[in-house]
């Protein structure tokens, strides 16, 4: 589960942020909504410890984080946290399946092959394992990112815009796919997106 509570950050002075309170239980799907500027990545990189809050509190599997020291939030979010990013960012030099283990080789686990190939024949990539990620579909790609979030089996996955740069078709198919696999690793899913296609699948939202 995540939860947060009176949230706030500045990037500057005239530049402040507060957020609703919220919190996602395991095997639950949380949508944050929110127009263009509103603070939607602002919010989604507080949760995965990438920015620090001025104030509130963070709590992972009711653990308090956002007071972890810059190294111990890294090994925490590595660990117990699966981004998917607005933008999938890739290893170039490396093929799918290694930029798949680098997620293992980041939490310092064992890396994880088989799993590798489990998600990728689930997620529909297994043909492009041994490729490099700049050979793959821009859909293809918000796949593999999929999959390098859920390496690890975290317990909270965040998902930045994952399906705006999509068709109505791949839209569906990708929000499902992030559902199934939260559902089936027990973890609590929260996007923030500005695509409204979404309040038809997700029922828990809140708007920013
Ligand atoms: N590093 C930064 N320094 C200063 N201001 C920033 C920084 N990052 C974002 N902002 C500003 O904070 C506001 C919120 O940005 P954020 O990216 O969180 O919004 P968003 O809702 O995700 O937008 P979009 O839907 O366009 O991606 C914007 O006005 C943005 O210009």
Do not use: W
Request: net charge neutral; hydrophobic share 40%.
């Amino acid at each position: 589960m995540i939860a947060t509570q009176n949230l706030s950050f500045a990037y500057a002075t005239d530049k402040q942020f507060t957020f609703p309170d919220f919190s996602c239980a395991d095997r639950e799907t949380m949508l944050i909504l929110g127009k263009s500027g509103k603070g939607k990545t602002t919010f989604l990189h507080l949760m995965a410890l990438l920015l620090k809050p001025t104030g509130g509190k963070i709590q992972i599997n009711n653990q308090e984080i956002s007071e972890l020291s810059v190294s111990a939030a890294a090994d925490f979010r590595a660990k117990n946290v699966g981004i998917v990013y607005q933008k999938p960012h890739f290893v170039h030099a490396l093929s799918v399946l290694d930029n798949l283990l680098l997620s293992n080789y980041l939490a310092g686990k064992n890396q994880a092959k088989d799993k590798a190939k489990h998600l990728a024949e689930s997620l529909g990539f297994a043909e492009h394992l041994s490729k490099k990620t700049t050979q793959l579909s821009q859909g293809e790609q918000q796949r593999v990112s999929i999959a390098r979030a859920l390496m690890n089996s975290p317990s909270v996955i965040l998902a930045d815009e994952p399906t705006s740069s999509l068709d109505d078709d791949n839209c569906l198919k990708v929000i499902e796919l992030l559902k199934k696999q939260t559902q089936e690793i027990g973890a609590s899913l929260v996007v923030v997106t500005h695509d409204q296609r979404l309040k038809d699948v997700v029922e828990k939202r809140i708007e920013l």
